[in-house]
């Protein structure tokens, strides 16, 4: 067995042990094709008020600016599927991802632990991790390194587990062997092009209007939501999962494994009454160390007003 063989093996042997489900391997080089699609993306406004999605160009297709000598980016996808839900089934409705501890930080630290192994087991390798935190084209990478194909929504999606997954990356100055793309299974599927209330997903699909998806409303916008779009929410007041709930793919989805996504023992037991009643108090305590505090208080509680039709809202609301 080729040295570069036994080190693809072992560290995809050690990803595994460190809770990762599926790892894969590609060659660090630039994305022409996709660097395309990203330009065309952004020409078109489709990133909304997410200014930062301009910036970093050649970073975010070149994995080599990010780190000098690259050879290889290692992607790696951790479940988070949850069949968990509020016992209130008016109750607002937060994305599963965001349930328990940021996975920013729950990852982050795995991904530090692969890294030590690597320096320990292999040698001196120079390379950073990355968690959804800087210019990495992800799913663009998942998808190089065969772990996935992109659906119709634009989200990996893995043939036997489906899409409920973070995706975290190494780039490293080591050569290892790589994988190859698979095919895109979605065929003739609309379900999530259908389902989506905003229609955030081109009707063709593979394409989404970021500036109208659910997500981006109750995450990233900062002003007051468009008065348009009152009543298509479906009760979703932090992230959305209905593209995902509903593709096929999903069936296939497995509950996790890990006591840092489990929810705030409070959390799913709230009703539709308290969460209209949410002090700041009580949002600190939910999620002190969740994504949610991304939305701070104030947008949290903006999220749920929009959620109700403004024949309910007070004078004082309106």
């Given at each position: 067995?080729?040295?570069?063989?036994?080190?693809?093996?072992?560290?995809?042997?050690?990803?595994?042990?460190?809770?990762?489900?599926?790892?894969?391997?590609?060659?660090?080089?630039?994305?022409?094709?996709?660097?395309r699609r990203l330009e065309a993306w952004l020409n078109k406004g489709?990133?909304?008020e997410m200014g930062y999605l301009e910036n970093h160009f050649e970073k975010r297709v070149d994995p080599r600016k990010l780190v000098p000598g690259a050879k290889t980016v290692v992607t790696l996808m951790y479940n988070h599927y949850t069949d968990r839900r509020p016992t209130d089934p008016d109750a607002p409705k937060?994305?599963?991802?965001?349930?328990g501890k940021d996975y920013h930080f729950v990852l982050k630290?795995?991904?530090?632990?692969?890294?030590?192994?690597?320096?320990?087991?292999i040698g001196e390798v120079n390379g950073r991790v990355f968690v959804d935190s800087a210019p990495v084209l992800e799913r663009d990478w998942a998808k190089r390194a065969g772990i996935g194909w992109l659906?119709?929504?634009?989200?990996?999606?893995?043939?036997?587990?489906?899409?409920?997954?973070?995706?975290?990356?190494l780039i490293i100055d080591l050569d290892l062997v790589y994988d190859h793309p698979i095919k895109d299974y979605c065929g003739t599927c609309t379900r999530c092009i259908d389902a989506c209330p905003t229609d955030a997903i081109s009707p063709g699909g593979y394409v989404v209007d970021g500036s109208k998806c659910i997500s981006y409303f109750t995450i990233e916008l900062k002003g007051a939501i468009p008065e348009a779009y009152r009543g298509h929410f479906e009760n979703w007041m932090f992230g959305c999962d209905i593209c995902q709930d509903v593709c096929p793919?999903?069936?296939f989805s497995k509950p996790h494994q890990e006591p840092e996504f489990e929810p705030h023992p409070d959390l799913l037991g709230l009703s539709a009454s308290d969460w209209e009643e949410l002090t700041e108090e009580v949002f600190r305590e939910l999620f002190r160390k969740?994504?949610?505090?991304?939305?701070?208080?104030?947008?949290?509680k903006r999220n749920?007003?929009?959620?109700?039709?403004?024949?309910?809202?007070t004078d004082h609301e309106a």
């Open positions: 067995m080729s040295n570069k063989t036994l080190h693809t093996q072992m560290i995809r042997e050690e990803a595994q042990r460190l809770g990762f489900a599926f790892v894969g391997f590609a060659k660090a080089t630039r994305l022409d094709e996709e660097a489709m990133h909304g937060i994305s599963k991802y965001a349930y630290h795995k991904l530090k632990d692969l890294m030590k192994y690597i320096h320990a087991e659906g119709k929504n634009t989200l990996l999606i893995h043939p036997k587990a489906g899409s409920y997954f973070f995706l975290a990356e793919w999903n069936r969740s994504a949610v505090k991304r939305t701070k208080y104030e947008g949290l749920i007003n929009f959620l109700k039709p403004l024949s309910e809202k």
